[in-house]
């Protein structure tokens, strides 16, 4: 039966990013219809920076009210919320509201927002959890947060996102003009979302066996951090229950490791994730599409492939060595081009600290969700003001090689 936790836990993985994940991969498809056009990518990344209030109320409700928040529930609702958040998309993703003069697509980025807090919230949620299951589990769970961009990426190739045609539109002199004329999908934007919430459902299911299957309980991890304790119930009956992280409170950091080495463990974190959710995949567009539709299609695709297999890959082979993941950072950083490598890199990078940091306590995963989130914020916050500001990024034309002057 440890197979089936396994699954679930890598199911309840797929439903921490899925949603935003889904919405980057069919920006192709949105874009056309939209009136923000190109400029969209990097309005939805502020977006969803917008949303760390989520893990910032977690943060502080586990640093001011420590015992007090009730984890899962909290998980059943975000969960619940973003399977909701994705079946509204379904139908509203093209409304759009007038607001200064000019549409905007306020449904869109208000049921983003609401997408945005839930997978934001994630990160201080879902990886406190894990630490309920033995630590194998915590890899399973890396494993399905990297399948939560890979799935949705596959079905928006089957669905033939952005794909484009170069058509003569009229002659100029002796030639003729080239226009990028985009070829209807195999199914609408609407089944997509929906095709988001049934894997929302999904993670809802997986989320609620794990937390009643006797086989998901016996695989629950057995450490000093959980405390027994007798208590008496309203029967009169003297009952043993297993209180978590919250009950037992032992210092951050451990003994083992110094401030020096936790604030270089949390830099190279927030670093990662600055480059993997805050800058690059605002430009990914720019620096992709000029090589063709077909590259930047791969590029999206095989990096989201890239994340799980890296986590895969820690299963057998894991390192803790603070300067192996230094170097890999540094690596990653110096390959931004090459977006395979790139994304595949820093996953692994991601995935060790989370090893290393379970080992600490339930207060270090806490702090590794929200370290997550700061970084991508900072990337994102530096990024934006580069392509809406200062127009220092110009898309291109699939029809031109040309770089536009």
Not at 52 to 78: C, K, M, Q, S, W
Not at 85 to 90: D, E, I, K
Not at 216 to 244: D, I
Not at 383 to 401: A, E, K, Q, T
């Amino acid at each position: 039966m440890g197979l089936a936790v396994h699954l679930l836990a890598c199911l309840l993985g797929t439903g921490s990013w899925v949603a935003i994940n889904g919405l980057w991969v069919e920006l192709p498809l949105l874009v056309p219809s939209l009136p923000e056009g190109w400029l969209l990518p990097s309005y939805l990344t502020v977006v969803i920076q917008l949303a760390n209030v989520g893990p910032l109320l977690v943060t502080l409700a586990h640093r001011f009210l420590p015992g007090r928040l009730n984890e899962v529930g909290l998980i059943y609702a975000l969960l619940a919320l973003g399977g909701l958040a994705c079946l509204l998309l379904a139908f509203f993703w093209r409304e759009t509201s007038v607001v200064g003069g000019a549409p905007r697509s306020l449904a869109l980025l208000g049921l983003l927002f609401c997408l945005a807090l839930v997978d934001c919230t994630s990160s201080v949620t879902f990886l406190p959890y894990m630490r309920r299951l033995r630590p194998p589990y915590l890899t399973t769970y890396f494993v399905g947060e990297g399948l939560s961009g890979l799935l949705p990426g596959l079905v928006a190739l089957g669905q033939g996102v952005g794909v484009a045609q170069c058509v003569n539109s009229s002659r100029v002199g002796n030639g003729t003009l080239l226009q990028t004329a985009y070829q209807a999908p195999r199914f609408s934007a609407c089944t997509f979302f929906l095709f988001l919430s049934g894997m929302m459902a999904v993670s809802l299911a997986a989320f609620l066996l794990l937390n009643h299957l006797p086989a998901a309980r016996h695989e629950r991890a057995k450490e000093k951090y959980q405390v027994r304790l007798q208590v008496e119930s309203p029967a009169g009956m003297r009952v043993t229950v297993e209180q978590g992280a919250a009950a037992a409170h032992h210092p951050f950091p451990a003994s083992s490791r110094s401030w020096a080495q936790t604030v270089y463990i949390f830099g190279v974190l927030a670093w990662v994730n600055a480059l993997t959710n805050g800058t690059m995949p605002t430009v990914q567009s720019y620096s992709c599409l000029p090589y063709g539709d077909l590259a930047f299609h791969l590029s999206a695709t095989l990096a989201a492939l890239a994340n799980p297999l890296a986590c895969f890959l820690g299963m057998f082979l894991p390192n803790r060595s603070l300067v192996l993941m230094g170097s890999l950072a540094l690596t990653g950083t110096l390959l931004v081009l090459c977006w395979v490598l790139f994304v595949g890199t820093l996953s692994y990078v991601k995935l060790m600290i989370g090893m290393i940091l379970r080992d600490e306590g339930h207060c270090a995963l806490v702090w590794c969700g929200a370290v997550v989130q700061v970084g991508s914020m900072l990337g994102a916050l530096t990024i934006f003001p580069m392509v809406n500001v200062y127009g220092l990024f110009r898309s291109g034309d699939p029809c031109h090689s040309s770089c536009p002057s």
